[in-house]
């Protein structure tokens, strides 16, 4: 028999409410460091008992495990977005469907929807008030969803238009029920489930319909929507997607696209108007038709506010040795990726907000982790870095953004993603060009 060595942890029952708190909220992760060090050990509502690391050498043996020692965590995520979802998948099931997903996202792709980005921004910019206080998550909320609706389904429609309104409605409770374990009571009509549940019907009869539409276009070829290259595409053995596949597949890449991106716009506008002198350099930059800084900006504002807490997987091998830790079969192992950001160890005066010290060097990617990583890593990294980048410069370029001395936006969690508690408050004007 394997012996078993873990860290210490807090003791139950406490612990399931300190670790309930760890699937909600930084604040519950940020104590149990500072009582049991880098790693520990919780019990966690859905997981079970998991080990929580943020130690980057352990950080980067567990993403570069394969999936006999460790795979994806069946979590509430995959049950929201439905079997064929790469959320749902383990394995070979996982590697089959990822390799059917990952040309959409090729960096020549992507510079086809930089335009898309920066039409939707400029739109969405034109509602900004000027010179008085507004929240601009829900904008960057709007920009993003029709980002993702034109980039995932290709032009305006009906369906388009059905599917936006949709969309933030089941987004929303969708995201809330990911991180909530699933009732074995109480699943009545009005349940929370059960709405869920039927949007989700709706959902699938809109997304049939796109499906059956893009099956009769004589010019499917020369479409570049993400549909459009699902529907042709073929695993090695020459099948294609089913419906069903591609119905999943497609609402995990409009949750995950859209959200998480959003979240982190407004972190940064809350970010910038704390930081002045950035916010001024970036102005110049953009002017200047630079792009580094800004680049450099995103990168620190997702190290020192990234939007997902942590990132799981599971040991599927008899044991699995981690570092300092020998794991049973079935045990969960949680990245926090707040704690890894926000080590002194790692990242020197860690709690500044400091974009130069990524201006010239390229994070670690076992270090600077808000994508997870491994065989896992989001799929859409580079297409949230190319949107996040177009939003800031049009929004650089057109606006003058007004630094504030208010105190720092406290962190919400709104399910899946932790959002600036006022949603990214800003004060904008016109802006005048000397
Ligand atoms: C700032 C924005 C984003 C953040 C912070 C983010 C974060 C993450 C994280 C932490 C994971 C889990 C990785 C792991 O388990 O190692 C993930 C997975 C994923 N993300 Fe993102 N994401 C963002 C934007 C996007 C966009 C724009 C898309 C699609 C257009 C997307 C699609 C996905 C998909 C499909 C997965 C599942 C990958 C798999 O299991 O193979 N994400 N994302």
Known sequence: MTTVTLPPG??????????????????????????YGDAFTVNVPIFGRALVISDPAEIRQLFLAGPDDVDNLASNLGRVLGPGSLFALAGE???????LLVP???????????????DETVRELASWPHGRPFATL????????NVILRAVFGAEGAE???????L?????????????????????????WARFWAMRREYDAIVDRLITKATRDADLDGRDDILAMLVQSRHDDGSG?????????LLTLLTAGHETTATTLAWAVERLRRHPAVLRALVEEADAGGRELREATVIEVQR???????????????SFQLGRWTLPKGFTVLVSIDLVHDAESVFPNARAFDPYRFLDTRPDRYQWVPFGGGTRRCLGAAFANMEMNVVLHTMLRDLTLVPTRERDERWHSRGVANAPAKGGRAVVQPRTRS
């Open 10 to 35: 807090p003791a139950t029952p406490r612990a399931v409410q300190a670790a309930y708190a760890l699937t909600v909220a930084r604040r519950g992760v940020r104590q149990m460091r500072e009582r």
């Open 93 to 99: 099931a996982h590697h089959r469907q990822r390799k």
């Open 104 to 118: 959409p996202f090729h960096g020549r792709r992507l510079a086809a929807y930089e335009k898309v980005v920066e």
């Open 138 to 145: 829900p904008s960057m909320m709007r920009i993003t969803l």
């Open 160 to 166: 388009f238009d059905e599917l936006r309104e949709l």
């Open 168 to 192: 933030p409605r089941a987004i929303r409770l969708g995201s809330r029920l990911a991180v909530l374990p699933i009732p074995r009571v109480g699943r009545g009509r009005w349940s929370p």
């Open 241 to 249: 997607m089913s419906r069903g596949e591609l119905a999943d597949q």
């Open 304 to 318: 020192t506010r990234p939007v997902i807490d942590l990132v799981g997987r599971q040991v599927k091998a008899e």
